[in-house]
């Protein structure tokens, strides 16, 4: 009874993940109507069924997971493709919709399904999450995230996490060259201590400019010049969207200081927390952040859903937010009065 409820459960968050690929792979081959259509299911059904559908409060079960984490990350590539080729070939509005829809796709769906590859242990899987992120020309994510971002969450030594009266348009840059510097920091002090360099060849910082250089030299094998500007252009619209969700879901949320100035544990209060039924399926359970932040070794599956009273919730869902948070006024109005209404453990005085 138990598996065939969990194969139900896994079904939701496949065909909330790829059927929308299915409308951009056929609309980079077959016109624009099947990428406007794609592009509504992302950037409006999304949302309204979020707004419209009760709290997502379903249990985490340990069961399935790995298999459509599997076939997401084997898919990205070939849709990572077709979008390049799409936005520089096809006539303007195609290519905008193009641009959108694959970009959103790869932003929610190939992002998160990455960032719970880097956290699964095997090799194999962790290269797979590290090839996509260098395919979107952030592979250095691979390795920042887990060694520094889940170290030093919710304090000033994580540049993922905005403090109180951050905008997302000063976050976005401090994040990703805080991010890359950490990350390159972290990789040459795990050489240092094997007794190697950081020009040593497993540095793992080369892997990831050849996963970049590679895509550029796929998006010109497709297209040109205009096939490397795609790629890029892609890369960056999907790299921004992780960023904005870290900005989302830690902004404002604060360790306290125990001994010797150390922080005091990662706990469910050091991310928001965000409980709808349609973008925490697209997202693979991202949106249940604070579960797995505290408890980084959980697979997608078994992340729980807090209640508010366990983890900060957020006051609509994660691609809300993070839209908001492209309009810093009202962005602040809304969630600096909601860090107000925390314990005082939670809050940020910036």
């Not at 069924?49 to 079960?61: H, K």
């Not at 360790?255 to 693979?284: D, I």
Request: glycine share 12%; hydrophobic share 50%; net charge positive.
């Amino acid at each position: 009874m138990l598996e065939r409820r969990m194969n139900r459960r896994t079904a939701s968050y496949a065909a909330v993940t790829l059927v929308p690929a299915l409308l951009l792979a056929a609309g980079a081959r077959a016109g624009g109507g099947w990428l406007w259509a794609a592009l509504g299911l992302i950037a409006l059904a999304v949302p309204l069924v979020d707004a419209l559908a009760p709290p997502d409060r379903t249990a985490g079960d340990e069961t399935g997971g790995n298999g459509l984490s599997l076939l997401l990350g084997l898919v990205h590539f070939p849709m990572l493709g077709l979008g390049i080729h799409a936005v520089a070939t096809a006539p303007k509005a195609t290519a905008l919709a193009a641009f959108l829809g694959f970009g959103l796709w790869l932003g929610q769906v190939s992002n998160a399904n990455a960032h719970e590859l880097i956290h699964r242990p095997g090799r194999g899987l962790q290269a797979l999450g590290a090839a996509v992120f260098a395919s979107h020309l952030f592979g250095h994510h691979a390795t920042a995230h887990p060694g520094v971002h889940h170290v030093h969450v919710a304090t000033a030594r994580d540049p993922n996490s905005a403090p109180r009266g951050m905008s997302a348009w000063a976050f976005l840059p401090r994040a990703w060259g805080g991010s890359f510097a950490a990350g390159w920091r972290l990789a040459t002090a795990r050489l240092a201590a094997r007794g190697q360099s950081a020009w040593h060849p497993t540095n793992p910082y080369w892997a990831y400019g050849a996963g970049a250089l590679a895509t550029l030299a796929t998006g010109a094998l497709i297209a040109g010049a205009a096939g490397i500007v795609a790629a890029a252009g892609l890369g960056l619209y999907a790299t921004a969207q992780l960023l904005i969700g870290d900005y989302v879901q830690h902004y404002g949320l604060r360790r306290a200081e125990g001994p010797k100035g150390r922080a005091t544990p990662v706990s469910p209060a050091h991310s928001w927390n965000a409980a709808h039924w349609a973008s925490t399926r697209l997202m693979l359970n991202a949106p249940r952040h604070a579960d797995h932040h505290a408890h980084p070794a959980r697979p997608w599956p078994a992340l729980r859903s807090l209640p508010p009273a366990e983890a900060p919730e957020l006051p609509a869902s994660l691609p809300v937010m993070s839209t908001l948070a492209l309009l810093p006024p009202l962005w602040f109005r809304v969630m600096d009065a909601r860090l107000d209404r925390l314990p005082g453990a939670g809050r940020c005085a910036g």
